[in-house]
């Protein structure tokens, strides 16, 4: 289907090297856009070639709400003294796991003298506005745009000497970016000259980088649902939530508010340890591991630990830290977000797809009886839920 990108710029990605430390980060020479559309409530983050459409980009990441970050690299102040860049370095971040991926801009650098690494006002406001929309907020971008141009933001040393802004570009109506925007770069947009700036290695310091593309994220989410939907077995049951989703036909409670702390705490607390083995399987080995490493080896996992480490996290951890990191899983805003977005999915349509996706047997097919229309609102939540019990029963 067409994209309409909500905000589209020049920036390259990077190769990391995690062989030695600092890493050390090397921009590919290919010229290329970042851009962020919308699609079903959900902020896309993509990276293509300048050649290719805007429809096939190569990175294509759907972001939950506060849960990515795209931040610029600290030349001043870096983690290492020795992990210095001479490019102007964004790293895209999430919350919810280690993962780094590592882009350089591909603009005309606007720093005094020449300094290759300088963050000028303008590349500052195009990496705030990006993290703004990752975390959820409305952003004119246009407005954002034009208020640093027309107040002289931009710092450039020679006004006649470089692009003006047609190598970042925003779009859409500031309520409804959601909606998508009118522009960008457009489908076919193929980009001017390509900018090449510090073509050397940039050395990122702690950041590293895992390529991914929008199927194996896919498959990711689906395999953690699915996790957890198995992880159900032997569940004495699921307590209803005080606030309601106000449904076509039908109020139910948001999946958010059946597996809320309160209810799955102390279902936890009750489990046997055996119980709280199999739980464990479900969890990201990333984490696992992590919960034994500590907060001064967060750092030091940059891709998915082995087999051996994760079995070894396992056997160190007493039957109390295992209870304890489940505990905190279940608390953590991600766990919460992820519900709500499948109960969003579901409530828009998604049952028939999403149910097919993680093998849960919903009546009719997720369809309206006797039709061809997904439910939806509250009656597919529920429908859903009903169907995870089914299947659950079924199985034991």
């Not at 000028?120 to 990006?130: A, F, H, N, Q």
């Not at 703004?132 to 409305?138: N, P, T, V």
């Not at 006649?160 to 970016?177: K, L, S, Y």
């Not at 947009?189 to 980088?209: F, K, L, N, P, S």
Request: charge should be negative; aromatic fraction near 6%; hydrophobic fraction near 35%.
């Amino acid at each position: 289907m067409p994209i309409s990108p909500i905000i589209t710029f020049k920036a390259g990605i990077c190769d990391v090297d995690q062989s030695s430390k600092p890493y050390k980060v090397t921009p590919q020479a290919r010229p290329g856009y970042i851009y962020l559309y919308s699609d079903d409530d959900f902020i896309h983050f993509c990276w293509r070639p300048r050649d290719a459409p805007a429809d096939e980009p190569e990175l294509d990441l759907v972001m939950i709400p506060e849960d990515g970050h795209f931040l610029p690299y600290d030349t001043k102040s870096p983690a290492q003294a020795s992990a210095k860049t001479n490019g102007r370095i964004f790293s895209l971040k999430f919350s919810s796991s280690s993962q780094r991926h590592i882009f350089w801009l591909q603009s005309k650098p606007q720093g005094p003298n020449g300094d290759p690494s300088f963050l000028s006002p303008r590349d500052l406001k195009i990496g705030e506005i990006v993290d703004k929309l990752l975390q959820g907020y409305e952003v004119d971008v246009n407005r954002e745009l034009a208020s640093l141009s027309s107040s002289g933001g931009s710092n450039r040393r020679d006004d006649g000497d470089d692009e003006t802004m047609e190598d970042v570009e925003g779009h859409g109506d500031p309520n409804a970016h959601h909606e998508g925007g009118t522009g960008g770069a457009g489908p076919d947009a193929t980009g001017g000259d390509v900018r090449r700036e510090g073509e050397d290695a940039r050395e990122g310091g702690a950041d590293g980088a895992r390529a991914a593309s929008a199927t194996n994220a896919e498959a990711d989410a689906a395999a953690v649902v699915r996790n957890f939907l198995d992880s159900l077995k032997g569940t004495q049951g699921l307590a209803g939530g005080q606030a309601q989703a106000q449904a076509q036909g039908k109020s139910y409670p948001l999946l958010n508010d059946l597996l809320e702390p309160s209810v799955t705490i102390p279902m936890l607390d009750s489990a046997t340890d055996e119980y709280v083995d199999n739980l464990l399987n479900y969890l990201p080995s990333t984490v696992i591991v992590m919960s034994q490493q500590g907060a001064s080896g967060a750092d030091a996992i940059e891709i998915e630990p082995s087999a051996a480490s994760v079995e070894a996290a396992r056997q160190t951890m007493s039957q109390d830290q295992k209870r304890a990191l489940l505990k905190k899983v279940l608390r953590s805003p991600q766990f919460t977000q992820s519900l709500a977005s499948l109960t969003i999915a579901l409530r828009d349509g998604g049952l028939p797809n999403i149910s097919t996706a993680l093998g849960v047997q919903v009546e009719n097919g997720g369809m309206v009886r006797g039709g061809t229309v997904p439910l939806g609102g509250g009656d597919a939540v529920e429908a859903f839920v009903e169907g995870v019990k089914k299947t659950v029963q079924k199985k034991k």
